[in-house]
């Protein structure tokens, strides 16, 4: 089974709660996920390899660790999931970004796909996968289906907040998967949104409602 981190740093919980709030801007918003990102990202890569590079300081020469390659693959979820892409990058500058397009059908709630790019050698690249919110997990799911249908192997997935429903969805059907969400919620109400969540994430991201 794959690893489950929920993160219970009092700076993350304080910005998870600001993010819920209805009284939150679209710009406040997109920089709050960006900033939880970050913090998530920064455990995220805790197994990340290093190579050994030779490296001359102003006093000496000196054996030191740097990333080993090939760049990491960060692949958003459209829409949402790119609003996290920018928290990786700022940590991970060199990461390459793929993009998976699905949308939830709002009677059925199956996901659909509209789009799939993913960079070169997608096979041999460590691949985070980001998309704020982990409801039903159909999204999850089918983009992960698809990632290791082109050959991607050794995958994360990180959201913000999690359904108790989604977490476990997504455990069965990925169990090679670490999942990294910033808060596990209560659960989903009728028309699967997360409660007590923080609505659309799409929405309030790019300011569509
Ligand atoms: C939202 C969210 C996830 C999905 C989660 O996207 O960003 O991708 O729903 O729900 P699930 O776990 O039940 O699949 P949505 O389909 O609303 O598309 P959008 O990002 O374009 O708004
Ligand atoms: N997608 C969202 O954006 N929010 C939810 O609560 C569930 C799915």
């Keep these: 089974m794959g690893k489950i981190t929920v993160f219970d740093h ?5 910005k998870i709660s600001i993010m819920r709030s209805k009284d939150t801007s679209c ?44 760049e990491i693959a960060i692949v958003p ?34 996901p659909h796909e509209y789009y799939c790019k993913l960079p070169s050698g997608i096979e041999d690249r460590r691949i985070i ?14 983009a992960i289906n698809f990632i290791k249908e082109r050959g991607g192997r050794n995958i994360k997935f990180m959201c913000m907040i999690a359904a108790p429903e989604g ?5 069965e059907s990925h169990p090679d998967v670490d999942i990294f969400c910033a808060h596990l919620d209560e659960g ?17 991201i790019f300011g569509t409602k």
């Design 10 to 14: 009092p700076l993350i919980q304080h």
């Design 27 to 70: 710009k406040e918003f997109r920089e709050l996920v960006k900033e939880v990102t970050m913090f998530m990202c920064y455990e995220a890569l805790r197994d990340i390899p290093l190579k050994e590079v030779e490296i001359e300081t102003p006093l000496t020469k000196c054996k030191t660790n740097v990333l080993a390659g090939p």
């Design 77 to 110: 979820i459209l829409r949402a999931g790119l609003g996290m892409v920018e928290g990786v990058q700022e940590l991970v500058p060199t990461a390459k970004v793929g993009h998976i397009g699905l949308y939830r059908d709002e009677v059925t709630m199956q």
């Design 129 to 142: 996968v980001t998309d704020p919110m982990l409801a039903t997990g159909g999204s999850a799911v089918a």
């Design 167 to 171: 977490l476990k969805v997504l455990c």
């Design 188 to 204: 989903l109400n009728e028309h699967c949104y997360i409660l007590p969540g923080l609505g659309d994430a799409g929405d309030r």
